[in-house]
């Protein structure tokens, strides 16, 4: 014990991370933002001017998620996308003790943070199981434990914390390796992808993954980037080779239009990397065996290729008498929500629950 003290006595001290002007602007620089805990006065005037503070997130309509399942103590609940926690732990807080959430995520940088800092909160593996697992395999959960659950949640947004951190490479706002992965130590990273795909292929994901109005000329710029053999491997030289390919355009209309283009060719990426289509089609496929009779199911999407395929579903196994009852149309968040959370906007939730 005497010597582990005289080591950290003797351990050198380490300064803060130094920024020029008053406030920090680098990802790396928001040492407090990082420190939600130590910080807590930042953090609520980072939140009340409508931002997200940096390794954070802010959970999305977390009142009409609680409102519609209904949760009571002794249940037994998954959050198939864990992320941050903050649905998890707003979830735990209505068994009171009695029951248990699973929690499923791919992202192991993430998931372990998220699985310490709830356990510091409380909630322990009596209350909580975290799996390192895609929520394709809700199925693989139920096999193991031999649990069906009486509610599920799952949130198909990119947790802020990913977006955010530029190792990452989920934004086109900062430089980055291109990955956009959300497990970056399984699979092909978005510039790998670029690098070999085609032209048909990619002009097709644009469409099929973003609506991109621009597919074919984007397109174009990134096969003729490759012909000169050019680069691709950087958020900052896909958003380069998305200016050039935009340059036709007006210039009242540019900046708008790239800006707009830049965040669905990413999505369109993202999209196509991790899977995201063929994982929810999955997921939404194996829902009525995990349920528990009476169970409850609510979905988050925040375009429109996903609320196209959880709408089609839940509507299909309602007229095939498998669920009871399913939205009848999509829930927002409210405007206030969306005023103090801007990335709330484009938020739907359906909801269906299992018949008896």
């Not at 958003?239 to 669905?264: D, G, H």
């Not at 927002?332 to 959370?341: G, H, I, L, Q």
């Amino acid at each position: 014990m005497q010597q582990k003290d005289e080591q950290q006595q003797n351990a050198p001290h380490k300064r803060r991370v130094r920024y020029s002007g008053t406030h920090p602007k680098n990802y790396r620089e928001k040492y407090k933002e990082h420190n939600p805990e130590k910080y807590a006065d930042t953090i609520e005037k980072v939140i009340k001017k409508g931002s997200t503070p940096a390794g954070m997130h802010i959970s999305i309509m977390v009142k009409e998620i609680l409102d519609f399942l209904q949760i009571k103590p002794g249940q037994i609940g998954l959050d198939a996308t864990l992320g941050y926690g903050g649905h998890t732990k707003e979830m735990l807080k209505c068994l009171e003790g009695m029951g248990h959430i699973y929690g499923l995520d791919v992202d192991p940088i993430e998931s372990a943070k998220t699985k310490a800092r709830l356990e510091a909160q409380g909630f322990g593996e009596d209350v909580l199981t975290v799996r390192l697992q895609n929520f394709a395999d809700i199925d693989q959960v139920t096999k193991d434990t031999g649990n069906k659950f009486d509610f599920i949640l799952a949130d198909l947004g990119v947790s802020s914390m990913q977006i955010d951190n530029p190792d990452r490479g989920f934004s086109y706002k900062v430089e980055g390796p291109l990955d956009l992965r959300m497990n970056p130590e399984k699979g092909m990273s978005a510039a790998q992808r670029l690098a070999e795909v085609d032209a048909e292929e990619l002009m097709g994901m644009l469409v099929d993954n973003s609506d991109e109005p621009y597919a074919r000329e984007i397109t174009r710029a990134v096969i003729n980037r490759r012909r000169k053999k050019l680069p691709i491997e950087t958020t900052t030289q896909l958003k380069e080779v998305i200016e050039e390919a935009l340059k036709f355009l007006p210039e009242k209309e540019y900046k708008e239009t790239v800006k707009k283009s830049c965040q669905r060719t990413f999505q369109a990426l993202r999209i196509d990397v991790n899977h995201e289509f063929e994982v929810l089609y999955t997921f939404l496929e194996k829902l009525p065996e995990v349920l528990a009779p009476g169970g409850r199911v609510a979905i988050l999407t925040f375009h429109s290729g996903e609320d196209r395929l959880v709408k089609r579903s839940f509507k299909e196994l309602q007229k095939a008498g498998i669920y009871s009852e399913v939205a009848a149309d999509v829930i927002r968040p409210s405007a206030e929500e969306c005023a103090r959370n801007s990335r709330a906007k484009s938020t739907k939730m359906r909801w269906a629950i299992r018949a008896e």
